[in-house]
Every structure is written in structure tokens, then in C-alpha cells.
């Protein structure tokens, strides 16, 4: 590997290692404050395709709700009461009761051909999707079906394989002379 090469490959990881560091960074800012700053997209086929599919993995961001404007990808509660969150595209935003409502569409036409048939108003309303990264949800121990304790153990694997790896790629000692005779 060329000298020049090797340093790329270097500036690489670091780069990594920063937006690594800065999400995790945002993860504990937000559990801290009581939020949850990633959400997993379970539903097959999803709502949101292609925009985002099965599997991936969406950063939401607390974005204030008087802020929000049609074309920007939402995270929030299901207004009609079942659990989990829907990551759902604005159409419109309307005045209702006093307040704002924010008519939502999955970008799924198939599985979504007409807007939602709910408002979603800030009761509603979790965050707002600044990133969404395809696969990264398959690391999840929510998509594999692990709850309570057991969901330690994907993440115990991966450190694991990342030590071992680690561990694998580093360059031999040189022998000292004492070794060598």
C-alpha cells in the first residue's frame, strides 16, 4: 500500500471515528432529555420506499414543531393510539383547534396512494428525520426480534468481532535478538 494511499485510508477512520463520536454524543444528549434519537424502519415493505427502506435507520432531531414545513420527514406517534412511531413525509400544514396540524404521506405510493387520514399535531409530533442511513437499522437488536436483556447480546458480538479484527491486522513484532537465537 502506497504511503499516500495508507493516509487516506487513515484520514478515513478518523473521519469515521468523529461522526461515530458526534452521534453518540447526540444519543446521550437525547436519552438524557428524554428522547429517543434513532428509530429503525421495521415495516416491510415501508411506507417510506424508496426514500427509505426496511433495515434502515433514521436520526431524529427535536426540531421545533412551529418550525416544520411541507417535504420534511417526520417521526411521531400514531394518532389513532398503536405503538411505535411513523417516520411519514409532510403535505401540508394546516391551522386546526387553535393550534397547527401537520397533514403526513408515506412516499410509498403503493402502500400509500392518498394522505394519511389523521392530523398530526405536537402532542403527536417526536422529531424530525436529519438522516436516514440505509442498513444501519440491521445492527438493531429491535429488528431481530431481542428485547429486555438479551439485546446486549448483537452488540456484545460486534465489539467482539471488532476487537478480534483489530487484533488480527496488526503488523507482526520484529523478533529481538534474544528471541531469535
Known amino acids: 500500500m502506497t504511503i499516500r494511499l495508507r493516509r487516506i485510508m487513515e484520514l478515513a477512520g478518523y473521519a469515521v471515528t468523529v461522526v461515530l463520536v ?19 424502519v ?4 415501508s411506507s417510506m420506499s424508496p426514500t427509505i427502506n426496511y433495515g434502515g435507520l433514521a436520526v431524529i432531531y ?3 414543531f412551529s418550525g416544520l ?7 411521531f406517534h400514531d394518532p389513532r393510539g398503536n405503538p411505535g ?5 409532510i403535505v401540508a400544514v394546516e391551522s386546526c383547534g ?7 404521506k408515506g412516499d410509498n405510493n403503493a402502500t400509500n396512494p392518498v394522505t394519511d387520514p389523521w392530523n398530526v399535531t405536537q402532542s403527536d409530533y417526536v422529531g424530525e428525520a436529519i438522516l436516514l442511513v440505509p442498513y444501519l437499522g440491521y445492527v438493531s437488536p429491535a429488528l431481530w426480534g431481542f428485547s429486555g436483556f438479551s439485546t446486549l ?11 478480534l479484527v483489530s487484533v488480527l491486522r496488526q503488523p507482526p513484532q520484529p523478533a529481538t535478538k534474544k528471541e531469535a537465537s
Open 22 to 40: 458526534c452521534v453518540a454524543a447526540l444519543a446521550i444528549l437525547e436519552y438524557a432529555t428524554g428522547t429517543q434519537p434513532f428509530y429503525v
Open 42 to 45: 421495521t415495516d416491510n415493505p
Open 62 to 64: 427535536r426540531a421545533p
Open 69 to 75: 414545513r411541507p417535504g420534511t420527514i417526520i417521526a
Open 85 to 89: 412511531i411513523i417516520l411519514h413525509r
Open 98 to 104: 387553535g393550534g397547527i396540524c401537520l397533514t403526513t
Open 153 to 163: 447480546l448483537p452488540l456484545s458480538v460486534v465489539v467482539i468481532a471488532v476487537a
